[in-house]
């Protein structure tokens, strides 16, 4: 049987490949043949980061339109390469453009999408995927259809794996569709945050509508700093405005795997467990004995967060 | 301006989600089930767009008959009339089925604008509006935060990974909306009676040209094989503050024990 040929749309953060992409090579090798598709303008470092993940192939293409119009030219290109090309299974890591790029080429091409995806198998010539489901449940999906298959892989189901190698670099033929450019990138404004990356942090202090209001939120960032740790926040508060989105923690939002995980006012929506449910640890602080976020906590207080929370910052800085 | 809103009935996020053994797919008990509140944004926006340029907001939605509760809270906040898309066949479709009979019901309207949640609360795939956009040929903006309309064209703002972007193009278009939109608007008295009274018109499968052999389970492209529970909750110490800080002392503990201190 030929060598399966699995593909990952990779995507760049700040000139570098996203550490997304970097975890999906991970599961490509894996699986066969690993080859990363980058549409977007990248200098040889970004290329060779790619390599040494893992991808036996990139192909690239990097005309400037791909940074200037949102997803169409990228749609037509990928469209277009995998009608070339037949790649058996194309992964897409959970992030804004490679959901409007995943799902809009399933329906250009007609193929089925699994989204949400935990773990990407094969069983034969099967492609098995687990995805959350209905909060308490792993369902084990499949397509009904021949490959190409798409499916979008969440965030931190991989690590990032750098095991050496170097990549044949293949340019995606230039020549965008000038009819595809229809969505103009007029600005992107960057937001300085401060403190540890949530996604890399050891220590989370998370704050929800148990705070009270946005003014609170000082109370976690005092805490967080005495522990060296990250803030983040539930999709409430955020959508709320008292924190902005890239605070988000939970299925629309990141995924966190800190050691330890301290969840204040948090009631624990299944969409807040879905993205941090993998901390080693979990301290919950609530006013609701009932709250969900307990049956998940290896210490639970059942208690007032903004009285609790400032003394325990106190004793820790006495120490 | 004429703008079609996609909404959909979910079972209330409020409430444990219940699946059927038999077939895996989510229980829509009619009694617990709410207008995705994720999709008042979508209205929200749909009825601030059309007090400014003037036109109208269509509600559309797939789903059992009683998916028509939703419409009428959506026809309640504002919006003029509604499109049910409904048909026993149509149980257990995927997102591109979804998508298809999405399209299908609103390419006849020629809107200016499609508006869509990011996704739907109850299965989060978020792939139904980048496929219906795909369908109707329509550029498609998404996770906006804010919105605005100067003639033919559309600016958004929205929230990206580090950042904010500022994305722009002509009408017609299709648009997502997250919750930082604005709050929704709670329907008055005077919106709930006059909902009553505006259409809702019903589209059966046959009637948007599609076969029922290519919708539903049999027209999926993905199968489930297996749905296992796996609920494991931990058994963790549950402490009670007395309101003075006094469980500050296990706490710390707890942290010495971890070694994070």
Same mark, same amino acid.
């Given at each position: 049987?030929?060598?399966?040929? &699995? ?49 036996? &192939? ?19 290109? +990928? ?21 409007? %790029? ?17 773990? &990407? ?38 690590? %990032?794996?750098?095991?050496?190698? #170097? ?8 020549? &965008? ?8 990138? %007029?600005?992107?404004? #960057? ?95 609530? #006013? ?10 290896? +210490? ?20 | /301006? ?9 079972? $209330? ?6 699946? $059927? ?14 207008? !995705?509140?994720? $999709? ?21 939605? /797939? ?11 959506? *026809?309640? *906040? ?9 048909? =026993? ?13 999405? @399209? ?17 609360? $109850?299965?989060?795939?978020? *792939?139904?509006?980048? /496929? ?26 929205? =929230? ?32 709930? /009676? ?9 589209? !059966?499968? @046959? ?55």
């Amino acid at each position: 049987m030929a060598t399966r040929r &699995v593909w990952v749309w990779t995507e760049l953060a700040e000139g570098a490949p996203h550490r997304l992409s970097l975890e999906l090579l991970t599961a490509a090798r894996g699986l066969g043949e690993a080859a990363a598709v980058l549409l977007a303008p990248a200098g040889a470092d970004a290329l060779a980061t790619l390599g040494a993940h893992g991808a036996a &192939v990139v192909y690239h293409g990097d005309d400037p339109v791909y940074a200037q119009y949102a997803v169409e030219p990228q749609v037509a290109a +990928l469209a277009a390469l995998m009608q070339a090309e037949s790649p058996d299974l194309v992964l897409f890591p959970s992030t804004f453009t490679a959901r409007d %790029v995943i799902a809009r080429l399933a329906a250009r091409l007609g193929l089925g999408v699994i989204a949400n995806a935990t773990s &990407v198998a094969y069983d034969g010539d099967q492609v098995v995927a687990t995805v959350p489901y209905a909060g308490d449940r792993v369902a084990t999906m499949t397509f009904a259809a021949p490959a190409p298959h798409l499916v979008q892989v969440r965030p931190k189901s991989y690590p %990032v794996e750098p095991v050496g190698g #170097q990549a044949e670099v293949r340019p995606v033929p230039a020549g &965008v569709d000038p009819a595809t450019c229809r969505v103009k990138i %007029v600005e992107t404004i #960057q937001q300085e945050a401060e403190g540890p990356n949530l996604e890399e942090a050891n220590v989370i202090v998370a704050g929800g509508r148990g705070l009270g209001k946005a003014e609170n939120f000082r109370l976690l960032e005092e805490l967080a700093k005495r522990l060296g740790g990250a803030v983040g926040a539930s999709r409430a508060v955020v959508d709320a405005g008292w924190v902005p989105y890239s605070y988000q923690i939970g299925q629309t939002g990141k995924t966190v795997k800190p050691t330890l995980y301290i969840a204040c006012g948090i009631s624990g929506a299944i969409q807040h467990l879905a993205g941090m449910k993998g901390s080693r640890y979990i301290i919950a602080i609530n #006013q609701d004995p009932d709250a969900p976020i307990f049956e998940n906590a290896d +210490l639970g207080v059942v208690g007032d967060v903004l009285t609790i929370v400032p003394k325990l910052t106190e004793r820790l800085a006495a120490r | /301006m004429k703008i079609c809103v996609t909404v959909k009935q979910v079972p $209330d996020p409020n409430l444990p989600l219940q699946v $059927d053994p038999d077939t895996h797919r989510l229980v829509r008990n009619p009694e617990q089930s709410i207008l !995705d509140p994720a $999709d008042e944004y979508g209205i929200e926006t749909a009825l601030r767009l059309v007090e400014q340029h003037g036109g109208e907001v269509v509600v559309v939605s /797939m789903g059992p008959l009683a998916a028509a509760d939703a419409l009428r809270r959506g *026809m309640a *906040m504002g919006a003029d009339r509604a499109i049910l898309i409904t048909d =026993d066949a149509l149980a257990g479709s995927d997102a591109p089925t979804t998508a298809r009979a999405l @399209a299908a019901a609103i390419r006849p309207e020629q809107p200016d604008l499609v508006i869509c949640a990011v996704e739907a609360t $109850d299965a989060y795939t978020g *792939m139904v509006p980048g /496929m219906l956009a795909e369908l109707l040929d329509l550029p498609q903006l998404t996770f906006a935060r804010q919105v605005s309309v100067e003639g033919q064209t559309i600016t958004v703002h929205r =929230d990206v990974e580090g950042g904010t972007q500022v994305l722009q193009t002509s009408l017609p278009a299709l648009l997502t909306v997250t919750a930082s939109i604005g709050e929704p608007r709670y329907p008055s008295f005077k919106g709930v /009676m006059a909902a009553k009274r505006k259409p809702v018109d019903e589209r !059966d499968v @046959a009637a948007l040209g599609l076969a029922p052999s290519e919708v539903g389970p049999a027209g999926a492209k993905e199968r489930v094989r297996a749905v296992e529970l796996v609920r494991e909750e931990k058994q963790g110490k549950i402490v009670s503050d007395d309101g003075s800080g006094s469980s500050v002392d296990e706490i710390v503990a707890f942290l010495e024990r971890i070694q994070v201190v």
